[in-house]
């Protein structure tokens, strides 16, 4: 089903001349209202007269996130305050969270967004959906929540934690679809087998929509086997709105963008030029119809290509490949870039591993140390140290193959690696503080 077929299936070119309809209006309100804006493109020589069509977009100056931590808390906003009708934010690692404020219009054009993912993953009105995103300044619960009212399904407003209750509440409530973060959808499957519930006769949960963070396609297969459900992507970040931004079809070949609501670009994160079609780069959005804190070029830092090939679905909006990570994700271990999805593909093959794992890097003596700990199944524990030894050669081994570099791997004990209820935390770099 497509919950706006108007505007999900319109050719490209109506589609573009809605782009350049909206960004033309979209960079007047940001120059006329915003103090930030109208400095920023003063300073890049820019006027709004300047930007005609879609086209004109590269002559924008770009967003970082820079910009909002020193415009904290509401020096982004493009709007008098008195119009602002919801603020999230987004704490990050390091110095201050960043702030966005929605309009009326912005929540509706949000929900929008949720509702047409939804849709596509497959929900109706008759659906009963727990949103186990967290609830609060994060945008996931929310969001969700909006979503799901909106296709007028039933949302179980969860929040996350509290695992035993999430899994009562899905078997008493009859839940057909999970919201959460890959991660947590991990820990609930692995608490759901503990407990001797049976996913295929003691519930009847059949999609789960999961995002926040970066997973990989061995993690969907890995999930869809516990949960005996149906897994899709959705995608977002606060800056832009929060979920949604994009999300998965029922072809499942890509998610799609809603480029009505927010332009899409790849670009190289070094020369900041457009990359080749198809190549991987820096996503950076601009938001056409955002009006409390519009975001004009905004570099997302997540690394991924698109896709414009017409997809089977029937829809014609882009579909942009899985997130490889973050720019900031990346940790560059000896002169070699890893990022942690790498690491869970290859540990997803390995049957002899619990699917959690920490990368842990430092620097000694001058030279890095690269040690991942991993948990054994319980049905890999030995009497015999060189069976682990084994295990734990061929998993460096293979990771070497793939990431270039050999990791010294290192067993923890059962249950010792975080299970996160939210974005997991998978790297720990004492190089920083070094
Ligand atoms: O994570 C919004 C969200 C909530 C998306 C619930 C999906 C579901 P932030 O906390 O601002 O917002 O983090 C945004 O998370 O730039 C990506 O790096 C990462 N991310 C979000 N969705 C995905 C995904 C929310 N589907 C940052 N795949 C983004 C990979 C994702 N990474």
New binding site residues.
């Given amino acids: 089903m497509i919950w706006n077929k108007e505007r999900e299936c319109m050719s490209r070119q109506e589609l573009r001349e809605l782009q350049s309809k909206k960004l033309v209006r979209m960079v007047e309100h940001v120059y006329n209202n915003s103090p930030f804006y109208r400095a920023r493109f003063d300073a890049h020589g820019v006027h709004p007269s300047d930007i005609r069509s879609i086209d004109d977009i590269t002559k924008l100056p770009f967003t970082v996130k820079k910009d909002l931590r020193d415009n904290y808390p509401f020096g982004m906003m493009s709007v008098p305050m008195s119009d602002i009708i919801r603020l999230h934010a987004?704490?990050?690692t390091t110095g201050k969270p960043?702030v966005v404020g929605y309009t009326q219009q912005d929540l509706s054009n949000w929900e929008e967004c949720v509702a047409r993912c939804l849709t596509a993953y497959g929900f109706s009105k008759n659906d009963i959906i727990q949103v186990s995103?967290g609830y609060g300044l994060?945008?996931?619960?929310l969001?969700?929540h909006a979503g799901v009212q909106k296709i007028g399904a039933t949302v179980v407003p969860m929040s996350s934690g509290n695992t035993q209750k999430q899994i009562q509440i899905m078997q008493d409530f009859g839940v057909t679809g999970l919201?959460c973060?890959p991660s947590y959808a991990l820990f609930i499957a692995e608490e759901i087998a503990k407990a001797g519930i049976d996913v295929n006769k003691d519930l009847k949960l059949k999609i789960g929509?999961?995002?926040?963070?970066?997973?990989t396609n061995s993690m969907r297969q890995e999930l869809q086997n516990k949960l005996g459900i149906k897994a899709y992507?959705?995608?977002?970040?606060?800056?832009i709105s929060?979920?949604?931004?994009?999300g998965e079809c029922e072809c499942q070949n890509g998610?799609h963008i809603w480029e009505d609501f927010f332009y899409p670009e790849i670009v190289n994160p070094d020369t900041l030029e457009p990359v080749e079609p198809g190549q991987v780069g820096e996503?950076v959005f601009t938001t056409l119809d955002k009006w409390g804190m519009p975001m004009i070029r905004y570099r997302?830092?997540?690394l991924t290509s698109l896709n414009y090939e017409q997809c089977e679905c029937g829809r014609t909006m882009v579909r942009m490949s899985?997130?490889l990570?973050?720019s900031d994700?990346m940790l560059i271990i000896r002169g070699v870039n890893v990022f942690p999805s790498q690491i869970e593909s290859i540990l997803l093959e390995f049957k002899q591993f619990q699917p959690y794992f920490l990368i842990e890097v430092d620097r000694i003596d001058n030279t890095d140390t690269f040690d991942i700990h991993v948990e054994l199944m319980p049905d890999a524990y030995s009497d015999q140290i060189s069976v682990y030894m084994e295990y734990t050669k061929a998993l460096s081994s293979r990771i070497q193959s793939v990431v270039g570099i050999r990791p010294s791997i290192k067993i923890a004990e059962p249950g010792s690696i975080e299970r996160s209820t939210g974005?997991a935390k998978r790297a720990i770099d004492h190089r920083i503080f070094k």
């Fill in positions: 987004s704490s990050g960043i995103y994060f945008t996931g619960g969001g969700a919201c973060t929509v999961f995002g926040a963070e970066p997973w992507d959705i995608y977002g970040l606060t800056e929060g979920p949604g931004v994009g998610t996503l997302t830092r997540d899985k997130i990570g973050r994700d974005k």
